[in-house]
């Protein structure tokens, strides 16, 4: 049985994965981590929705 045709989908469907990260929302805003958060979870509740992951990213991106 050979295996070239099904790497060959494996490959296809790993490099059509980051589309699916569609609904993946970032902004810079001049507020702390935690006031930002704050803001966001507010805002969230109020529309009916939840957050559901959070990643702080902070390294390196001082001036």
């Not at 490959?11 to 970032?26: G, T």
């Not at 930002?36 to 803001?39: S, T, V, Y």
């Not at 702080?56 to 001036?63: E, M, S």
């Given at each position: ?9 494996l ?16 902004a810079?805003?001049p507020?702390?981590f935690?006031e930002?958060?704050?803001?966001l ?11 559901s ?11």
């Open positions: 049985m050979s295996l070239r045709k099904p790497v060959l989908l490959l296809l469907w790993l490099l059509a994965m980051p589309a699916l990260a569609e609904d993946l929302l970032m810079r805003i507020m702390t935690p930002a958060m704050l803001k979870q507010n805002v969230l509740k109020q529309h009916g929705q939840t957050l992951r959070v990643q702080r990213v902070d390294i390196g991106l001082t001036a």
